[in-house]
């Protein structure tokens, strides 16, 4: 995948920038602004309140939160909005990342270090945040993206803290490109993750070897996908719950 600069010219949106509330900007991460900024589309406006919360995107088409991690905290307003709103809910997941050593002082921060993380991220590494959101993921007006991103963290060295990086704190994440994106809405775009037909059973480990995921990420999809009502759960097989596709989804799982 080529990684493209995270500039609205390049994404394909207008470089209008939106009009803004001011509500809940400052102390904003570049990360979420940034993406927030390629978001917006002519016309739209910033934390704006709708239906008594804050939305970080208002466009003339519909509403945009990006959520950085934390899925948890968008239930309120998946619960509040979607019966009469269009969300689209962004997710950045990190494909490439540089640590980055800094050192803050009077004048700004100094570069100490720099080095490119082993770990690569892929889009599926969303499931780990989607579990949060399970039961809303195929409502009609709901529509998740998914952005595989090239960044940046920010290190600042705290004595005292984050003692498994020996008191390097992560202080701020950066968006360097967008590597690539894509788009679920409906029960066929996230059926289509699926590399097994309507009623075919398998496991979680099953999953995991056909799509070349962790283990236990393979289990979060199917969590999610299962209280999503994509998939029925047959019963066990040993430890394991077996699934099957379910061809016509009527809603969600209980819960």
């Keep these: 995948m080529t990684a493209?600069?995270?500039?609205?010219?390049?994404?394909?949106?207008?470089?209008?920038?939106?009009?803004?509330?001011?509500?809940?900007?400052?102390?904003?991460?570049?990360?979420?602004?940034?993406?927030?900024?390629?978001?917006?589309?002519?016309?739209?406006?910033?934390?704006?309140?709708?239906?008594?919360?804050?939305?970080?995107?208002v466009n003339p088409g519909g509403l945009v939160e990006?959520?950085?991690?934390?899925?948890?905290?968008?239930?309120?307003?998946?619960?509040?909005?979607?019966?009469?709103h269009a969300?689209?809910?962004?997710?950045?997941?990190?494909?490439?990342?540089?640590?980055?050593?800094?050192e803050e002082g009077p004048t700004g921060r100094r570069e100490l270090s720099r080095r490119r993380s082993p770990k690569r991220g892929q889009l599926l590494d969303?499931?780990?945040?989607?579990v949060s959101i399970a039961p809303w993921l195929l409502h009609p007006n709901l529509t998740v993206e998914l952005w595989l991103t090239c960044e940046e963290e920010l290190r600042v060295h705290q004595p005292g803290k984050a003692w498994r990086r020996q008191g390097w704190v992560?202080?701020?994440?950066?968006?360097?490109?967008?590597?690539?994106?894509?788009?679920?809405?409906g029960?066929?775009?996230?059926?289509?993750?699926?590399p097994f037909a309507a009623g075919e059973p398998f496991d979680s480990a099953e999953l995991a070897q056909a799509l070349r995921l962790p283990r236990r990420l393979a289990q979060?999809?199917?969590?999610?996908?299962?209280?999503?009502?994509l998939l029925e759960r047959l019963?066990?097989?040993?430890?394991a719950w077996e699934y099957a596709r379910v061809a016509e989804p009527a809603g969600p799982a209980t819960l």
């Design 4 to 57: 493209r600069p995270a500039d609205k010219e390049s994404a394909g949106i207008p470089p209008d920038r939106p009009h803004s509330s001011r509500i809940g900007t400052l102390g904003e991460g570049h990360l979420h602004a940034t993406l927030k900024s390629l978001c917006c589309e002519p016309g739209a406006v910033y934390e704006a309140p709708v239906e008594g919360l804050i939305v970080d995107v």
């Design 66 to 84: 990006v959520q950085t991690s934390g899925f948890s905290r968008l239930k309120p307003k998946l619960e509040r909005l979607l019966p009469g």
């Design 187 to 194: 029960a066929a775009d996230w059926g289509a993750l699926l």
């Design 220 to 229: 979060q999809a199917c969590y999610t996908l299962h209280h999503a009502g």
């Design 235 to 239: 019963g066990k097989r040993g430890r």
């Design 170 to 185: 992560v202080v701020e994440r950066r968006l360097l490109a967008v590597q690539a994106t894509r788009r679920f809405q």
């Design 126 to 130: 969303a499931f780990e945040e989607l």
């Design 87 to 102: 969300l689209r809910v962004v997710l950045p997941i990190p494909g490439e990342k540089f640590l980055v050593k800094v």
